[in-house]
């Protein structure tokens, strides 16, 4: 039944999304809704490795994950399909899509005095001043901007580094999700994940490595996640909701992992930038843009329709009421009640998202579901040019 609900849902979103595009097509802002991008069929260079890559998992999956390497195995062949699918729309777009003027790689060679930069960061998120920031620098904290300097600091500066960065990191959180879980059998469906479409290449791909490493740490060195969760939360104002997540990962030991998330908070803070200075204002940048336009009766159903096609039939299927599906369950429902984000959540939640794949493990008929995840991540990255 929750299958039919979702293709339901989906259904109604981009049929909907059709109907609202031919009317207006400046009012939901998304071409391809609920997804953002373009309705364009196309194959590329990718289109083989991927198809291949995906035949070779469903085949060979399920038994590689009670192999003695199956996590480093998992990880170079998670790498594999999300570059090849990122090749499906050529390597020339994979090279830009963190390059234009909306995005980080926009505001690098600015960044002279990163102390200086730290303590004038607020000040330049709220839009129509000269040195407003681009949208997507302005609406995160400085920690993702600083990441990108960081690469271009040790010589890995241009698109190219920076995308196969967000891939190679994205793909951490094949390997740490399962060691958070205390078991393998997720495995072959972290690899075919259908996020996977957005992780090559968004900074969100990259927050998505961060998070995963983090909440692992959480499960044996709480007080070492905390400080990588912190760090996530200067990533991503939203990563904030990764707080049930934390919890679950953490327990009893909660204390250490706070502990080393106000570090790196308290750091920021002397450096110059406080993170609800920065929140308050990034909301009023949000409603400068198309966050005003976008609307919420539309948005906040068709992020859940969006989320059906990013965790695919078999994330669906899965779904338990266990732990970590119920706190990625609250994370998501929040952000998606908050008004906050309408919109390109099929990369935004990639973090919490992938969590709802906890419950594949136990899938009976397992290559028929690992099956359907990869369809789905080849039928939407074909059907669809996505801006990430």
Excluded at 77 to 102: K, N, P
Excluded at 174 to 184: D, E, F, Q, S, T
Aim: glycine residues 10%.
């Amino acid at each position: 039944m929750r299958l039919v609900i979702a293709g339901l849902l989906v259904a109604a979103a981009v049929i909907a999304g059709l109907v609202i595009n031919a009317h207006d097509p400046n009012l939901i802002y998304a071409a391809a809704a609920p997804l953002f991008g373009n309705w364009q069929p196309h194959v590329g260079p990718g289109t083989p490795a991927a198809v291949l890559i995906a035949f070779l998992v469903i085949a060979k999956g399920p038994e590689l994950a009670r192999h003695r390497w199956a996590l480093p195995i998992a990880y170079a062949t998670a790498t594999a399909f999300t570059l090849s699918l990122a090749m499906i729309d050529g390597w020339q777009r994979f090279v830009t899509r963190l390059t234009t003027e909306d995005e980080y790689l926009h505001e690098v060679p600015g960044v002279t005095d990163i102390p200086a930069m730290l303590k004038g960061f607020a000040a330049r998120i709220p839009d129509f001043q000269p040195d407003s920031w681009t949208t997507h620098v302005s609406g995160h904290p400085p920690g993702a901007l600083l990441t990108f300097v960081a690469l271009d600091r040790v010589g890995l500066g241009g698109g190219a580094a920076a995308s196969i960065f967000c891939v190679l990191v994205g793909s951490l959180a094949v390997v740490a999700i399962p060691k958070a879980l205390n078991g393998n059998a997720v495995l072959p469906f972290l690899v075919l994940f259908p996020g996977a479409v957005w992780v090559g290449a968004s900074a969100d791909g990259m927050f998505l490595g961060v998070a995963a490493v983090g909440i692992y740490l959480l499960t044996r060195w709480p007080l070492l996640g905390g400080v990588v969760l912190g760090w996530c939360v200067f990533l991503s104002y939203g990563l904030v909701l990764l707080a049930p997540l934390a919890i679950v990962a953490a327990g009893r030991r909660i204390g250490w992992a706070v502990a080393g998330a106000l570090a790196v908070v308290t750091a920021f803070a002397l450096a110059g930038f406080w993170w609800l200075d920065g929140y308050e204002l990034v909301k009023v940048r949000y409603y400068q843009g198309i966050g005003a336009t976008r609307p919420y009766w539309y948005w906040v159903w068709a992020n859940l329709a969006a989320l059906a096609l990013v965790v695919g039939p078999a994330g669906i299927k899965g779904l338990r009421r266990d732990k970590w599906t119920v706190a990625a369950g609250i994370a998501i429902l929040t952000a998606d009640l908050s008004g906050l984000s309408k919109a390109e959540t099929e990369r935004i939640w990639l973090p919490f998202a992938i969590w709802l794949l906890a419950g594949t493990a136990k899938l009976d008929h397992q290559r028929r579901w690992l099956t359907a995840q990869a369809v789905t991540a080849l039928a939407v990255n074909h059907l669809v040019l996505t801006n990430w």
